[in-house]
């Protein structure tokens, strides 16, 4: 679209582009949708599968809202990670790996109740610190010796495709033994007994509330701290940044860090959270969705919060149609979250635009 | 572009820039690979405790790969598709392209071939085979050209949206496999079984399929076109290889057709009789076929196209600086999709060969997984984008592939140590500085000419 263009259809249609005009063609397509649902289902999506849709929702979205927050840091500060997918993979093997062994450890001496809890929280970390350590490599590679960045996070996903493999097949494969499992509900006390809000909002694993947290924390400190508007500055124009003091390179790290730590916490959502196992490749290109999400909102985290939660949507949708409709052929809505987030990408890409200097190496 | 800068920056002492090109050539890949296969020996021997099963795996490993029974032929079959995959990733990043979905595209292209190389049995060879070809690259330039036209027209970056595109190959292979493609006479989920004739003949069926004089025909084609593509290369390449005005026999516009014609000729005349009376591949269970010699005919196609013609140019110019290939008047939006388009056809190729000619059961089970995705991007990049050099380059990366089941059988470590080892090739390989700063080496004068291969979202 060229700029007469964009002149004039920004003078055409004085309603496009304000926030509740978008809530309320969010909220039209959300009751568009459940109509298109019951005619596909035939009419059975209650309250209780309203619900249960929503919830699944929530679940699925975090860590795609993880991963979309992952790439937003990174990319803030003008380093691109095409990563993610590999963090989170290797954050996955990490912390079930953690998970089963120290709870081995740990059951005698503090029975496998506290065990169980103190084994799981312990994972995470060790997960986070696994995603970090691809990070690491990572940033080094692409702000050190100032790699193509998209080749680098290539090699970090096939690198952590190997890894996990091999760590899967030589220690988790066979003859291991028994877990803890995955993180309990944690209902949140009263607000949990609110109806419909209270069971999709209020009655999650804690990554879900991390999720939440960690979002609101990000757009906070991305737009309101000295922090975040030096990453920012990093990302857009890292020559006028440098000559106002601001060290590029440190800013570059600190937030390609801070972003794998984040994917580590999206990877220990498999694991974890949604599942007792880990498979090689579990992750399902969730983390480049995450990227779709990211860009969706426009390199900002609560609207990236937002891509997520549409893809969460659209992913729990094919769950409730597989459940209501196994005639149909699994694979067909298996495909939509991913057809989806084409259609999302091609219709918001010419609209939303990336940090200037993003996956350019600063040069001195 | 790399290379032109180096050729034109040094051609003051020959003898030397010779010398230090061959150097420059191969000796970082070789250092890569060198660098990654320690830091794999490191791996093993951690986690294994023992040095001994580090020279176990790799004996096994080189075992594999060369000298058990069929070794090499089973080597060669591995870089076969290897070798098309790889081109097609290197045609994208000539263009400035990142075509990470080649898996998908090997995906659509097998299916493809599959559906055309099952529907009749009637069809002679001479038609059904290159149909079938022609259906599989079809289906990969169709693939890849969608999230080519929409990185064209809405700047969606190809990145996420060729990987997009190879999770829905993957349901959509699985969906048409389990539903209307299924074999209904096969007790395991797979289609129907391609005709003889949409076969890619084995090495050791070739002396049994030219008996048949359309079979025969087929090859003389296919050789006499080869003969007069390489000719024609050669006589231009020689000095006055583009007069025009010379006449005769030998003059550049005549020899080609003379060799083509020739050769075609006594392939169709003399070959069945003399594979009939001697012929060295004589082993019934050797799977090598004749996309060996496709493979090598498409690599030197392909840096025909890319160096040699129109279109090659502007697709190099859109990869090299999209503004001044704008300026120049080149259509970007046009060779984004046309260079996505042939990526994506020699990909299919690649999944096509897969059906016709590796698979036990001539057809494509479900759960079929190739996992040659991303090995080919290192292929290419180790390579260098160079066809000639993806040529090596598959062969090493296809002896690896075919070596890890025997080391893994020999010494327990499991496979995947091979997926590391390749991932820390590419990292090296597209990260001189990197092996530069581990050997203490000196950058070269043009480090700069090691541009980035790709672009940003932006782009």
Not at chain 1, 297 to 316: D, E, T, V
Not at chain 2, 39 to 56: C, D, R, Y
Request: glycine letters at 12%.
């Amino acid at each position: 679209m060229t700029t007469a263009t964009r002149t004039l259809s920004n003078q055409t249609s004085r309603w496009r582009g304000r926030w509740w005009v978008n809530a309320l063609f969010g909220l039209f397509a959300l009751v568009f949708g459940w109509f298109l649902l019951n005619v596909i289902i035939g009419g059975q999506c209650d309250a209780k599968c309203v619900e249960g849709t929503l919830s699944q929702t929530l679940r699925v979205a975090t860590p795609i809202a993880f991963a979309a927050l992952c790439g937003l840091i990174c990319e803030r500060s003008g380093i691109v990670n095409i990563g993610i997918e590999g963090q989170m993979l290797m954050a996955a093997m990490v912390c079930y790996g953690v998970n089963l062994f120290s709870f081995q450890a740990m059951q005698g001496p503090l029975g496998p109740e506290t065990a169980g809890q103190v084994s799981r929280w312990l994972a995470m970390g060790a997960g986070m610190l696994g995603a970090l350590a691809l990070g690491m490599l990572h940033s080094v590679v692409s702000i050190k010796f100032k790699t193509d960045q998209i080749i680098s996070g290539t090699v970090v996903n096939m690198l952590s495709l190997g890894i996990t493999g091999y760590m899967y097949r030589q220690f988790l494969a066979e003859n291991i033994p028994a877990g803890p499992g995955t993180f309990p509900t944690m209902p949140i006390p009263g607000l949990s007994q609110i109806p419909i809000i209270g069971s999709v909002l209020f009655q999650q694993k804690p990554l879900v509330y991390i999720m939440l947290i960690v979002v609101i924390v990000a757009q906070f400190s991305l737009f309101y701290t000295r922090w975040g508007l030096r990453t920012r500055a990093v990302g857009e124009h890292p020559r006028a940044a440098d000559t106002l003091g601001v060290n590029v390179y440190r800013t570059r790290y600190t937030a390609v860090w801070i972003g794998s730590l984040i994917a580590g916490l999206g990877g220990a959502w498999f694991t974890l959270e949604a599942v007792d196992v880990f498979n090689p490749g579990m992750t399902n290109g969730l983390g480049f969705i995450g990227l779709a999400a990211m860009i969706f909102g426009k390199w900002m985290p609560f609207g990236a919060l937002l891509g997520a939660l549409i893809f969460g949507l659209g992913s729990s949708v094919t769950t409730t149609i597989s459940i209501f409709r196994p005639d149909i052929p699994s694979q067909i809505p298996q495909m939509l979250p991913y057809i989806l987030t084409m259609a999302v990408l091609a219709g918001v890409m010419g609209r939303a635009t990336p940090p200037a200097a993003d996956g350019q190496p600063y040069e001195k | 572009m790399a290379n032109a800068v180096t050729t034109s920056g040094s051609e003051d002492s020959p003898q030397k820039s010779r010398l230090q090109g061959l150097g420059q050539m191969f000796g970082l890949p070789l250092l890569a690979l060198f660098t990654a296969f320690l830091f794999g020996a490191l791996l093993i021997w951690i986690t294994s405790g023992s040095l001994n099963t580090v020279f176990e795996a790799y004996r096994g490993l080189i075992r594999g790969a060369f000298f058990k029974e069929r070794g090499l032929s089973e080597t060669l079959v591995a870089t076969i598709p290897y070798v098309f995959l790889a081109l097609g990733v290197a045609v994208g990043f000539k263009s400035g392209l990142f075509n990470i979905g080649v898996e998908g595209q090997f995906y659509i292209g097998a299916v493809s071939a599959a559906w055309v190389g099952q529907l009749t049995n009637s069809l002679p060879a001479f038609i059904h085979l290159p149909l079938a070809l022609a259906a599989g690259a079809l289906g990969g330039a169709v693939w890849a050209a969608i999230p080519g036209y929409l990185k064209a027209k809405t700047g969606a970056h190809e990145v996420i949206n060729t990987i997009m595109m190879n999770y829905i190959a993957f349901r959509l292979t699985e969906l048409l496999i389990s539903g209307p493609l299924r074999d209904p006479n096969a007790s395991a989920v797979q289609t129907s079984r391609v005709s003889p004739n949409a076969e890619l003949w084995t090495l050791y069926a070739i002396p049994e399929r030219l008996q048949n004089p359309l079979n025969a025909l087929l090859a003389a084609v296919a050789l006499g076109v080869s003969a007069w593509f390489i000719t024609h290369l050669i006589v231009r390449s020689r000095p006055g290889g583009t007069d025009t005005t010379r006449r005769g026999l030998r003059s550049p516009q005549t020899l080609p057709w003379i060799i083509g014609g020739v050769v075609a000729l006594l392939t169709f005349f003399l070959l069945p009789p003399l594979t009939q009376a001697w012929w060295p591949f004589q082993d019934p269970y050797d799977r090598l076929h004749i996309g060996l010699f496709m493979a090598v005919m498409t690599a030197i196609g392909v840096w025909w196209l890319l160096q040699q013609t129109t279109l090659g140019f502007s697709l190099r110019t859109v990869g090299a600086n999209p503004s001044a290939a704008k300026y120049a008047g080149i259509n970007i939006s046009r060779n984004i999709v046309t260079a996505m388009a042939i990526s994506g056809a020699l990909a299919g190729l690649a999944g096509t060969i897969e059906v016709l000619g590796v698979s036990i059961c001539r057809c494509l089970p479900l759960f079929f997984s190739s996992g040659y995705g991303f090995d080919s991007i290192a292929i290419a990049l180790l390579g260098k984008n160079n066809p000639f050099g993806i040529l090596i380059s598959a062969f090493l990366f296809g002896a690896m592939r075919n070596g890890a089941d025997t080391m893994e059988l020999y010494s327990g470590v499991s496979k995947y140590v091979i997926t590391i080892i390749q991932a820390l090739v590419l990292l090296f390989v597209a990260a001189p500085p990197i092996i530069r700063w581990m050997y203490r080496i000196k950058p070269p004068e043009d480090a700069a000419a090691e541009a980035p291969l790709t672009r940003g979202w932006g782009g």
